[in-house]
């Protein structure tokens, strides 16, 4: 890991000191990622009312520049010159690099129907059944750390060899001892919880982004 990585993590700590107990965990989540895309992986993020938001939160940060400007590359741009000469320069100037991800939340049409036809609490295991791969890594986010879907969710990727990161809060939970990394911020209340969350994984896009793309 690049020591301005480290340093974005330490900043984070300085920044919110209650997390310092969360320092072993999100570094390795940080590792964890980076090993998912460096063998051509995806982050798969899911949870539930605030936590869907969250989920939707980290694939904008990683999709897409979050802190630095992410240019299109010089290989990338031969390619577009060949097939879309007239565009290419429009494509390169505006295009960024991206980080795979995507959110089990917004798959609105296949969750209503997996839910009536066969089991509400299944539709993100059905999602992570259909596009997951042992390169990929789950991250599962639940203030309560014990939301159902979540748990199957998590289940699920365990049972396809993916690798689970669980953003959860201070209590003892299913979760904690399910995900192979489980950050757990030090309150007990669900927007406390939601509240250290945001910074969590703003660090964790942050670093990981830092990783792939700082020059």
């Known amino acids: 890991m690049k020591n301005t990585t480290l340093n974005m993590i330490n900043n984070l700590i300085k920044r919110y000191p209650v997390l310092d107990v969360c320092r072993s965990s999100i570094q390795e989540a940080v590792e964890a990622i980076c090993a998912s895309y460096s063998k051509g992986g995806k982050v798969i993020a899911c949870g539930n009312g605030g936590s869907a938001s969250d989920a939707e939160h980290i694939v904008g940060e990683l999709m897409k ?5 992410r240019p299109i590359d010089d290989d990338l741009y031969g390619k577009m010159k060949e097939v879309c000469p007239n565009e290419a320069d429009y494509l390169r100037d505006n295009l960024q690099g991206a980080l795979p991800a995507i959110s ?3 798959a609105v049409a296949l969750n209503s ?11 993100m295991a059905q999602q992570v059944l259909g596009l997951g791969t042992k390169e990929d890594i789950l991250i599962g986010i639940s203030t309560s750390g014990n939301s159902t879907n979540v748990i199957y969710a998590v289940q699920m990727a365990k049972v396809k060899g993916i690798k689970t990161i669980g ?13 192979d990394i489980a950050i757990c911020v030090p309150e007990m209340e669900t927007y406390k919880i939601q509240e250290l969350h945001l910074p969590v994984y ?8 830092n990783e792939f793309f700082d020059s």
């Open 65 to 69: 520049g979050f802190i630095l400007k």
């Open 104 to 106: 089990l939340m917004n």
């Open 113 to 123: 129907a997996f839910a009536n036809d066969q089991a509400p609490d299944l539709a």
């Open 167 to 179: 953003l959860i809060g201070g209590r003892e939970c299913k979760l904690k001892g399910l995900c």
């Open 202 to 209: 703003h660090a964790l896009c942050m670093a990981v982004e």
